[in-house]
């Protein structure tokens, strides 16, 4: 099996706990000195979304062990780059948040990497 379907899966779900955080820990916030506090964090923590984010990145950390002991260090981890690209988009989508042109321009130069080590490899 090529590494590259799962380098892909792991990006993806990066990109969906992240969201998944950010959705949670602003419900978290929204509440009385939620995250304000080490009390605040450990309800944010309980919180069905944060909860949720940090399994995703539970199934992408054992999805990139996969990865690594299949790839090259040097081909597969460049890949990760794709998830700041991913969760731009995405938080710009879904989340209504607005980058900066130099954010988007720095986005690009990462994308352009990446297809320059996925055109190596």
């Known amino acids: 099996m ?7 899966g792991t990006v993806v779900t990066l990109v969906a ?8 820990m602003s419900r978290a916030a929204a509440k ?24 995703l990145y539970v199934v992408a950390a054992l999805a990139w062990l996969w990865v690594l002991s299949r790839a090259e260090l040097t081909f597969a981890f460049p890949f990760l780059g794709l998830a700041y690209a991913g969760v731009a988009l ?12 130099a954010q988007w321009a ?7 990497g990446v ?7």
């Open 2 to 8: 090529s590494t590259l379907p799962v380098i892909a």
């Open 17 to 24: 706990a992240q969201l998944l955080l950010k959705a949670g």
């Open 32 to 55: 009385a000195g939620a995250g304000a506090s080490l009390r605040g964090l450990a309800r944010a923590a309980v919180n069905a979304r944060v909860a949720a984010g940090g399994a």
């Open 90 to 101: 995405a938080a710009a989508g879904l989340l209504g948040e607005r980058p900066a042109r």
């Open 106 to 112: 720095g986005i690009a130069m990462v994308v352009a």
């Open 115 to 121: 297809m320059m080590v996925a055109a190596s490899g």
